[in-house]
């Protein structure tokens, strides 16, 4: 069965403080992914990886970094937490590209930035 | 943007087979029609995907059209877990990003 672990699924900061999400699969995919989910705006990528060290910027970038150093851990990073980032965070990884080439998700991760 | 149109809301009883629609009418010869559902407060649930024929798995059924320009994802019998948001979206091999549209409120009734 597949599996993609967030580090937590409720997360409090305050504004200014540097945030780290962390995103486990074990299904030995090579292509790792970060969205974020806001009402009435849907699901936007904010990052992906398809290698180890290997980084892609989304739709939305800014304001933060990633970091994947190991196959099956893909770390997302707000360097200033600000309320507007106050969002739900949710990863997916996936396979390398072939016919079949389904995401799968973590369970999210709701943060608020007070 | 997404491909898709689906109904906003739906209701079905449980134990009744839900139907839901879901039309991609501009979609191209190498894209795939992928369903997934979210549970409230939950990462979105793969359910199934297909390209031309008809899939089944444990989950659900999916019914594509021979043109390929609509689908419908079978719950065979329903339960209240199955209430969610239900997302069809049309994706191409290695996209680097699903687009989920707004979705169809699936509500499953005692």
């Known amino acids: 069965d597949v599996k993609v672990t967030q580090s937590s699924r409720y997360l409090v900061k305050r504004t200014g403080e540097k945030v780290f999400l962390e995103c486990v699969q074990d299904m030995d995919h090579e292509n790792m992914f970060w969205y974020r989910q806001d009402p009435g705006l849907g699901l936007r990528l904010i990052y992906f990886s398809y290698d180890v060290k290997m980084k892609e910027k989304g739709d939305i970038p800014e304001g933060y970094s990633v970091s994947r150093e190991k196959k099956e851990r893909f770390s997302l990073i707000l360097e200033s937490a600000s309320t507007n980032q106050t969002s739900m965070y949710l990863c997916a990884s996936r396979g390398a590209a072939r016919s079949t080439d389904t995401q799968y998700f973590g369970p999210g991760t709701r943060l608020t930035v007070l | 943007d997404a491909k898709t149109t689906q109904p906003p809301s739906m209701d079905c009883a449980e134990g009744r087979a839900a139907n839901l629609p879901c039309n991609h009418s501009?979609?191209?010869?190498?894209?795939?029609v992928y369903w997934y559902r979210q549970i409230h407060s939950q990462g979105p649930q793969y359910i199934i995907h297909g390209l031309k024929n008809n899939e089944t798995n444990e989950m659900a059924s999916l019914i594509i059209t021979e043109d390929r320009k609509s689908s419908t994802l079978i719950l065979p019998h329903a339960t209240l877990r199955d209430t969610a948001v239900y997302y069809c979206i049309v994706t191409g091999q290695g996209a680097q990003k699903l687009v989920f549209g707004q979705g169809t409120r699936l509500t499953i009734n005692p």
């Open positions: 501009t979609i191209s010869g190498n894209e795939y």
